[in-house]
């Protein structure tokens, strides 16, 4: 397997752009987790999915957020309006409750810079 | 919710000697606390987990140990080699509440000194 796939690796915006985040999971896993890394908060959660649908955006910053799984092999994070406060690493992993071994696979993640 | 606490924020080490990271959480709940290893340019990686039921694990060079009544683990790395150079992030859930959400901690950033 490939592993999570995550596009586009790196994108640089202007201030008010909409930023759309791709991620293709593991082929066979039913969670999907949707992480933003930054030096000063870390690693936090916005948001996880369970066989397709949201469980908890608790994480989620604001209304500009918002996460869609239309389908078991495809995920989305968008930012509409994109500020820089929102520059950072955002990661997506997945893992199958099926293992019962509760590890999260991670991509690459996507390097965001908002000018 | 979750609070994990980790230490220290930075670790530099010879190569050869061992490392220690340590990590306190606040639920009692918890039962599972997972280490990853994230490389530069790269998403974290899981290397060891350790559940409530166990004091301690290995795996090769690495080692984590558990006191729950501390609510504390640590991540040991022994014979210390310029590949274990990395960012370390601990973690801690409690999956017996169908749980799947990891909290983790702000990371140590280990430098191994040839």
């Known amino acids: 397997d490939a592993g999570v796939i995550q596009s586009p690796r790196h994108e640089v915006t202007e201030m008010g752009q909409e930023v759309t985040l791709r991620c293709k999971p593991i082929s066979g896993h039913d969670y999907l987790f949707w992480y933003r890394q930054t030096m000063m908060r870390g690693l936090e959660l916005l948001i996880y999915?369970?066989?397709?649908?949201?469980?908890?955006d608790s994480g989620m910053p604001e209304d500009r957020f918002s996460a869609k799984m239309p389908n078991a092999s495809f995920s989305t994070l968008k930012i509409q309006p994109s500020e820089p406060r929102d520059s950072a690493v955002y990661f997506c992993?997945?893992?199958?409750?099926?293992?019962?071994?509760?590890?999260?696979?991670f991509g690459p993640g996507t390097r965001l810079t908002v000018t | 919710g979750e609070n994990v606490e980790q230490h220290p924020s930075t670790l530099s080490v010879q190569e050869g000697d061992s490392a220690v990271i340590k990590c306190t959480y606040s639920?009692?709940?918890?039962?599972?606390f997972p280490w990853y290893k994230q490389e530069l340019g790269k998403g974290p990686q899981l290397i060891i987990d350790?559940?409530?039921?166990?004091g301690e694990k290995k795996d090769q060079r690495i080692a984590v140990t558990l006191n729950k009544t501390a609510k504390h683990f640590s991540l040991h790395i022994t014979e210390t080699q310029p590949e274990d150079s990395a960012v370390y992030f601990c973690?801690?859930?409690?999956?017996?509440?169908?749980?799947?959400?990891?909290?983790f901690g702000t990371g140590t950033r280990l430098t191994i000194i040839p």
């Open positions: 973690a801690a859930t409690a999956t017996n509440f169908g749980n799947e959400k990891l909290t």
């Open positions: 992993a997945s893992s199958s409750q099926g293992a019962r071994s509760y590890e999260q696979y």
């Open positions: 350790i559940r409530s039921n166990v």
């Open positions: 999915f369970n066989n397709n649908v949201p469980i908890d």
């Open positions: 639920d009692s709940a918890s039962n599972y």
